[in-house]
């Protein structure tokens, strides 16, 4: 019932930037913590940056610096700025709200070329 739909992945030149959204629709009462998620072939998914409904955030070690995550909670929506990008960024990214069923996002695919 709820849905969370990533937007904004696609191709761009190493070095380059990128804004995804996420937005969060349906049956919902609340959202506390939201995130980005990121999956490359043959790996497990990784924590790439997390906001709290108080805007605290956190940031894996690689994308510290490079990534910028915020959200607007009147549009149940949370962004991630990608800047500075690298080849080894290339991965699905996924929306992660673990407050709500699912609490997974499609993904969308994000490549960077060297």
């Known amino acids: 019932q709820v849905q969370l739909v990533e937007s904004g992945g696609g191709l761009v030149q190493a070095g380059g930037s990128l804004s995804l959204s996420c937005a969060a629709s349906?049956?919902?009462?609340?959202?506390?913590?939201m995130g980005w998620y990121l999956q490359a072939p043959g790996k497990q998914r990784e924590l790439v940056a997390t906001?709290?409904?108080?805007?605290?955030?956190r940031y894996a070690d690689s994308v510290k610096g490079r990534f910028t995550i915020s959200r607007d909670n009147a549009k149940n929506t949370v962004f991630l700025e990608m800047n500075s990008l690298k080849p080894e960024d290339t991965a699905v990214y996924y929306c992660?709200?673990?407050?709500?069923?699912?609490?997974w996002g499609q993904g969308t695919q994000v490549t960077v070329s060297s």
């Open positions: 992660w709200a673990p407050s709500l069923r699912p609490y």
């Open positions: 349906g049956s919902i009462f609340s959202i506390n913590a």
């Open positions: 906001i709290s409904s108080g805007g605290l955030t």
